[in-house]
Nanobody
Framework: QVQLVESGGGLVQAGGSLRLSCAASGRTFTRDAMGWFRQAQGKEREFVAATKWMHSTTYYADYADSVKGRFTISRANAGNMVLLQMNSLKPEDTAVYYC????????????WGQGTQVTVSS
């Protein structure tokens, strides 16, 4: 059974930092694209960042314009974990953050975590 479990959310003041983790289990995710999406209250879910497998344990990273230079995505545990380091947080980063995985030859993210709340106070 495939599971993605997020952790690391919480409440932080503007300008602060948080680190989100997502542990994937149930199969090997090394060659999957894995990423983070977020959904603020009353808004649609949006892309935050993602990693795409290149070779071995090397991944290409992509970011939404709104988080470039502030967030860093990385993989760990032979690619079965995805991390999101969030610095210089802003109130507009407040949302539920979801981890997702997309198999190597698929076009959609088919596996999702349950989400973790990030709240940034001004």
């Amino acid at each position: 059974q495939v599971q993605l479990v997020e952790s690391g959310g919480g409440l932080v003041q503007a300008g602060g930092s948080l680190r989100l983790s997502c542990a994937a289990s149930g199969r090997t995710f090394t060659r999957d694209a894995m990423g983070w999406f977020r959904q603020a209250q009353g808004k649609e879910r949006e892309f935050v960042a993602a990693t795409k497998w290149m070779h071995s344990t090397t991944y290409y990273a992509d970011y939404a314009d709104s988080v470039k230079g502030r967030f860093t995505i990385s993989r760990a545990n032979a690619g079965n974990m995805v991390l999101l380091q969030m610095n210089s947080l802003k109130p507009e980063d407040t949302a539920v953050y979801y981890c997702a995985a997309r198999r190597e030859y698929e076009s959609n993210f088919g596996s999702w975590g349950q989400g973790t709340q990030v709240t940034v106070s001004s």
